[in-house]
């Protein structure tokens, strides 16, 4: 890996670690290997979001070019985001591709990931299923991605309404990702996500 | 790229920190308006990919760049840092801007370059001393020497082979001219005209000779002397069609009948001084021209020239 690149993680992870956001648990930053290729990143879900109680996890991938090109992150733990991939993890956000510029950092990337949360850009989507529903629907976009906080970034809200479906759904033989895939993109009636399973 | 702030003694401002490397500042240049500033390789290598300033996006092209206040390069000079080559056992601890110097002679640079003491004379650098093997060196020298021999030789004969075209071309033309001037009286008149005018032009540039000793004259020049005059001759220009005869005329034996003999030498002594005589540089020679010399009795000259040979006097 470039010397450069590496300089660079190696103080911007210093940086996350000293940072008050990680003293108030917002952030944090792991390091996957000492070569500073891969870090594991953790955003805590910002408060009155859906979000919120949840702790979402992001892979962080360093090129060698760092930092003249951004790092490529992904979100690992599942989230329904109109600007990230329910399916991919993968992340629509202009800093992380054409706005991208050399002095941001790591603890800059998270800070404006953990924005994307509060503050989603429903007309540049990643994900045309949940930003549709943002739009048209947005209290059941709500209620959907605090169930997927619940269930996936261990929220504390129990949604017992979305729970009793996917173990109707289950009952069927379907597994559980995929019959909650289906119902949160029907808005949870039950009828059309059966359907659609099964045609 | 910056320097590692770890290698800094002390704190180093913040302000001295490349925001792109996140080393201390190297070579630094400022944005114009937002003033930020960046290692001089660092900004170049990002504005190559966008003209915008890493901090703030303003934009900005590499032409914009300016030097940085001086305080900030002030600030920066004095900072002290360990010698790059203290992994390797240097212990010298330097202002920055006599990091350059130092790092120029320091010994225990790896790659400073030493002489090998096992006697093959290369200059190897420190690190690779240890595994360095004298024969072996000198194989892969001799190989790539041989190399470049066998390319001249075929660059050689390359040369030869156009040479001889040349001259064989050379000689078809000589041969055809002959034919023109053999054949057309007019030709041959103008043909004339151009040697003649040739001579006339070679012997103005050649320098006038003082001979002090008559009595130094070779009569009867052996072969090897004749050739190092006519190798001479043909260096400072000689026309081509007079040098045969040149030559020819520099033994007694084809010279005119006042010089042929000693006896008759001894009688034309007195004359010798009348003789227009040129310069062979560098060489106790002398060539006397026919058309230098009208003025000369026909038993003291011949066409076109000839040419003097001494063992000494001549200036
Ligand atoms: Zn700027
Ligand atoms: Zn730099
Ligand atoms: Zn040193
Ligand atoms: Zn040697």
């Known amino acids: 890996m470039a010397n450069i690149a590496a300089q660079r993680i190696k103080r911007e992870f210093k940086e996350v670690i000293k940072s008050e956001e990680v003293a108030k648990c917002a952030i944090r930053v792991e390091l996957l290997n000492d070569t500073f290729t891969e870090l594991k990143g953790e955003i805590a879900g910002p408060p009155d979001t859906p979000y919120e109680g949840g702790t979402f996890v992001l892979e962080i991938k360093v090129p060698e070019t760092y930092p003249f090109n951004p790092p490529k992150v992904r979100f690992v733990t599942k989230i329904w985001h109109p600007n990230i991939s329910s399916v991919t993890g993968a992340i629509c956000l202009d800093i992380l591709k054409d706005q991208w510029a050399a002095a941001m950092t790591l603890r800059t990337v998270l800070l404006s990931l953990q924005a994307l949360l509060s503050a989603a850009e429903p007309d540049d989507p990643q994900d045309a299923v949940v930003a549709k529903q943002y739009k048209e629907n947005n209290e059941m976009f709500q209620i959907t991605a605090r169930h997927w906080t619940n269930v996936y970034a261990g929220g504390p809200n129990i949604n017992k309404d979305c729970d009793d479906k996917i173990r109707r759904l289950a009952d069927m033989g379907i597994e559980e990702h995929q019959a909650r895939v289906a119902l949160s993109s029907y808005d949870w009636e039950l009828e059309r996500a059966t359907e659609q399973l099964f045609s | ?315």
Not at chain 2, 45 to 73: G, K, M, Y
Not at chain 2, 295 to 300: A, R, S, Y
Request: include cysteine; charge should be negative.
């Open chain 2, 1 to 315: 790229m910056g320097f590692e702030l770890n290698r800094f003694q002390g704190d180093v401002d913040e302000e001295l920190i490349c925001p792109i490397c996140s080393g201390v500042l190297e070579d630094p240049l400022q944005a114009p308006t937002c003033e930020h500033a960046f290692c001089k390789s660092c900004i170049t290598e990002w504005i190559s990919r966008q003209p915008t300033c890493p901090v703030d996006r303003q934009n900005v092209t590499s032409a914009q760049l300016r030097q940085v206040p001086r305080i900030l390069r002030n600030l920066l000079s004095r900072l002290c840092i360990h010698c790059d080559n203290a992994p390797y056992g240097c212990t010298r601890v330097l202002k920055l801007d006599s990091l350059q110097n130092h790092l120029e002679e320091c010994e225990f640079n790896p790659k400073r370059p030493l002489p090998c003491e096992q006697g093959c004379g290369l200059i190897i650098p420190k690190d690779e001393l240890k595994d360095h093997n004298c024969v072996k060196e000198l194989r892969s020298l001799i190989h790539t020497q041989q190399q470049k021999i066998d390319d001249f030789h075929k660059d050689l004969a390359e040369q030869r082979f156009v040479i001889n075209e040349q001259k064989r071309e050379m000689q078809l033309l000589k041969e055809f001219i002959r034919a023109i001037r053999i054949s057309n009286p007019s030709m041959r008149a103008i043909a004339d005209a151009m040697e003649r005018d040739e001579v006339l032009r070679w012997s103005n540039t050649l320098q006038r000779a003082r001979v002090n000793r008559w009595g130094g004259m070779i009569s009867t020049p052996d072969e090897v002397l004749q050739r190092m005059i006519r190798r001479t001759l043909t260096e400072i220009g000689c026309p081509p069609h007079i040098l045969d005869d040149l030559m020819e005329n520099c033994h007694e034996r084809r010279w005119p009948p006042g010089l042929c003999s000693l006896e008759t030498r001894q009688n034309n002594r007195r004359q010798y001084e009348n003789y227009v005589c040129k310069r062979v540089p560098g060489k106790q020679a002398v060539v006397v021209l026919a058309c230098d010399n009208t003025h000369m009795g026909e038993d003291m000259m011949v066409e076109p020239g000839l040419v003097m040979i001494f063992a000494h006097g001549i200036e």
